[in-house]
T-cell receptor, first 114, second 108 residues
């Protein structure tokens, strides 16, 4: 079972570059989300999706775009990378939104912006 | 936004000791969740609580949903080295909101 797969695992970018972080799940989950994790800040929600074709903003959406053209995939795009976006990014999925359904997390993408 | 305070920020304990951590919110919620994150991995759900006053165990872990519905506690008994990691509380709204985490170190 693959679960939630994130690629790449590591990436270094220069300021101003664009990039797409990939997230795929094979559990037929409707709900998918992106978090960033910074020291002392816990996990903060960037964007989420309750199903294909539907996305919404979380706590810290600025500088990021998402789309959900299929149930399986939920890519996160950095349009013009900034050093403040250096972080560890986690994708998660569940059958439905909210905490009643356990969220399954990927292993993260470690992103550094120089 | 929702305020979710988790304490302590970090704990350094000896193997065999018991551990206690807690989380408080500024509002009332219907579900409290506790996750653990091992180094280099994503968080994994440990315990879910759905009713005020509920006490739920998962092996050596016990979590309680506070009566006021604004707090929750996680206890780990007889800690072992593999308990090392970051423990997060989380709240259910229409999306999942995480606390800032408690980093646990266990020394042999």
């Amino acid at each position: 079972n693959a679960g939630v797969t994130q690629t790449p695992k590591f990436q270094v970018l220069k300021t101003g570059q664009s990039m797409t972080l990939q997230c795929a799940q094979d559990m037929n989950h409707e709900y998918m989300s992106w978090y960033r994790q910074d020291p002392g800040m816990g996990l903060r929600l960037i964007h989420y999706s309750v199903g294909a074709g539907i996305t919404d903003q979380g706590e810290v959406p600025n500088g990021y775009n998402v789309s959900r053209s299929t149930t399986e995939d939920f890519p996160l795009r950095l349009l013009s990378a900034a050093p403040s976006q250096t972080s560890v990014y986690f994708c998660a999925s569940s059958y439905a939104g909210g905490g009643n359904q356990p969220q399954h997390f990927g292993d993260g993408t470690r992103l550094s912006i120089l | 936004g929702q305020q979710l305070n988790q304490s302590p920020q970090s704990m350094f304990i000896q193997e065999g000791e018991d551990v206690s951590m807690n989380c408080t919110s500024s509002s009332i919620f219907n579900t409290w969740l506790w996750y653990k994150q091992d180094p280099g991995e994503g968080p994994v759900l440990l315990i879910a609580l759905y009713k005020a006053g509920e006490l739920t165990s998962n092996g050596r872990l016990t979590a309680q949903f506070g009566i006021t519905r604004k707090d929750s506690f996680l206890n780990i008994s007889a800690s072992i080295p593999s308990d090392v990691g970051i423990y997060f509380c989380a709240l259910n709204t229409d999306k999942l909101i995480f606390g800032t985490g408690t980093r646990l170190q266990v020394f042999p």
